[in-house]
């Protein structure tokens, strides 16, 4: 089918929506080369892996544990909340995002508000070809993001201070259709990640070789790698937090999640972005339940766009220039010294940055080549890598199973307080349905039930305090109960249906558990 000449570029685009004809404009850039991507949005996922959101989800919580400038841990949160009618990001959101991202550096990051058509910003999603149902989806997406709350809870990086703040914000601000025939789509960043870009707190990333992976899974590890590369040239982690926190897949068990890891990482290999490892050398068993994975960089832009190739480079000498040691005095220490020793000095270095404790080292690379040919003992209160990150995932594993029971706490003892004010509301219903009755009627009951009890009872006396403390504990709770006769609830165990809401020590009349109905009516009524 041939385009109508007559038709303007958005008529061409309502048609294509319907017909889900290919709209690729031949005269529009191709795919970008190289690009940016921002640290925060690369740390940690703000979207879900698949690509349809539940729907009875509608928020993702992610953390984990760092230390400030001064050595001391905090933790780190990014609550993702959506609107119910338009659900949570997916993969599909992630992309539109990372190319909005591209078109504003290709604008040098000038404003705030950028234009853009349809085949622009699908470009620079990574996708050579555009059709209707496409540009349906971006356009959706686009108003889903301005509706999408994204909550750092000192987990946002200010690039100036080297600190995290805490900051919320949907991360658009406002989303303008095209007003004219000229098909342009508007947006304006919200400010917080816009300061952000316009601070440099971006690496540079090869979008060819993104646009090759097929896997959601893999395109979010690129991400996160390729920004934590830039300090380093091997990275591990504690599998579980890997997977949970920075990747968001939700399989509970190592099994699956290795699994889900390994396809990831075998298109990680094969577009020559980290190095190809043995399944034994990928992961470390640290003890049961905790296995740590490493990645180590073959090949990514530089800031600049210049290729660090780290394949024609030895890991360890490479390990030493990291630290600035010349790449002539790298080769020299690498040719002297047994590898074991060379490996110890580094991994104490970098205890001591990760430790915050390396600020009297003015210059780290005569630091290290002392105590390489000196053989500097380990620093007080050293650990392995691979202790540290075992540590850290323990203690964020330990935090997150505190702050489950802190809740459960919390939730236990507003039951409690609902069940008490509640168990009184009865009390005030039973008085006044028991006065509501005439004196002959309240007589005949009252002498009806006391009967029954000091029968059933026989060890109490029958005068008038017993009777005084008899009326509320029985007769009005019996007025309840006799009122409140609903077979759904009167045929639960009274004593179950008390365990499930009340802790043991909560002193509960047995007569007022039947009351099943007003109770969970009024716990719906208050929202507990």
């Known amino acids: ?19 889900d004809l290919d709209i690729s404009d031949e005269n ?69 995002i990372l190319g909005l991202l591209q078109l504003t550096a290709k604008a040098s990051f000038k404003s705030r508000k950028i234009q853009f058509s349809i085949y622009e910003l699908n470009q620079a999603m990574g996708n050579k070809t555009s059709s209707g149902t496409r540009f349906a989806r971006i356009k959706e997406s686009l108003m889903k993001w301005t509706r999408v709350n994204l909550s750092y809870e000192k987990g946002w990086y200010i690039h100036h201070s080297d600190s995290y703040k805490s900051e919320h914000f949907h991360i658009i601000d406002n989303f303008r259709e095209p007003q004219t025939d000229n098909g342009k789509f508007e947006i304006i960043w919200n400010f917080v990640p816009f300061t952000s870009f316009v601070a440099g707190n971006l690496h540079t990333i090869d979008c060819a070789a993104m646009a090759q992976l097929g896997n959601s899974i893999a395109r979010r590890l690129y991400r996160l790698l390729g920004s934590n590369f830039r300090n380093c040239r091997s990275l591990t982690y504690d599998v579980i937090e890997l997977g949970h926190n ?11 999640l290795k699994r889900r890891l390994l396809g990831a990482i075998k298109e990680l290999e094969e577009i020559e972005f980290i190095t190809k490892l043995p399944k034994e050398e990928r992961f470390t068993k640290v003890k049961k339940g905790s296995h740590l994975i490493r990645f180590d960089l073959l090949r990514m832009p530089g800031k600049d766009g210049e290729i660090i190739d780290t394949s024609t480079v030895p890991p360890l000498e490479a390990k ?32 001591l940055i990760e430790t915050k404790n390396a600020k009297s080292i003015r210059n780290r690379a005569g630091y290290l080549r002392r105590a390489i040919e000196e053989c500097y003992s380990a620093p007080a209160g050293y650990q392995s890598r ?14 997150e199973r505190s702050e489950q029971q802190i ?16 168990k009184n509301d009865q009390q005030a219903r039973s008085q006044t349905l028991f006065d509501s009755w005439g004196e002959k009627e309240r007589t ?39 009122y409140l006769k609903e077979p759904e609830f009167l045929s639960l165990d009274p004593t179950e249906w008390i365990e499930q809401f009340i802790d043991d020590d909560t002193e509960i009349p047995e007569q007022l558990a039947n009351c099943k109905d007003l109770f969970f009516t009024e716990m719906r009524a208050r929202d507990l």
């Open 1 to 19: 089918m041939e385009d109508d000449p007559e038709l303007s570029e958005e008529e061409k685009i309502i048609q294509a929506e319907f017909l």
């Open 320 to 351: 030493l220039r990291e630290h600035g040691i010349s790449s002539t005095f790298a080769s020299q220490l690498v040719a002297k010294y047994p590898k074991n020793d060379l490996i110890l000095q580094i991994d104490y270095l970098d205890y």
């Open 386 to 399: 691979a202790e540290r990150i075992a540590a850290e995932a323990k203690e964020q594993r330990d935090l």
């Open 28 to 96: 529009s850039p191709g795919i970008i080369s190289l690009g940016k991507d921002e640290r925060n949005l690369a740390e940690f996922p703000i979207a879900l892996l698949s690509q349809r959101a539940p729907k009875d989800c509608t928020e993702l919580v992610f953390k984990d544990r760092w230390t400030d400038s001064d050595g001391r841990p905090f933790e780190r949160e990014l609550r993702i909340s959506a609107d119910p009618d338009r659900g949570l990001p997916t993969a599909f959101d992630d992309d539109v």
């Open 246 to 256: 920075k990747l968001g897949i939700g399989a509970a068990e190592i099994g699956p």
């Open 407 to 422: 809740a459960a706490q919390i939730k236990r003892e507003a039951l409690k307080h609902a069940f008490i004010q509640i």
């Open 444 to 482: 005949s009951y009252q002498q009806k039930v006391f009967k029954e009890e000091f029968k059933a009872h026989p060890e109490l006396t029958d005068d008038a305090t017993t009777r005084a403390m008899l009326f509320s504990s029985v007769v009005l709770a019996r007025v309840v109960k006799n």
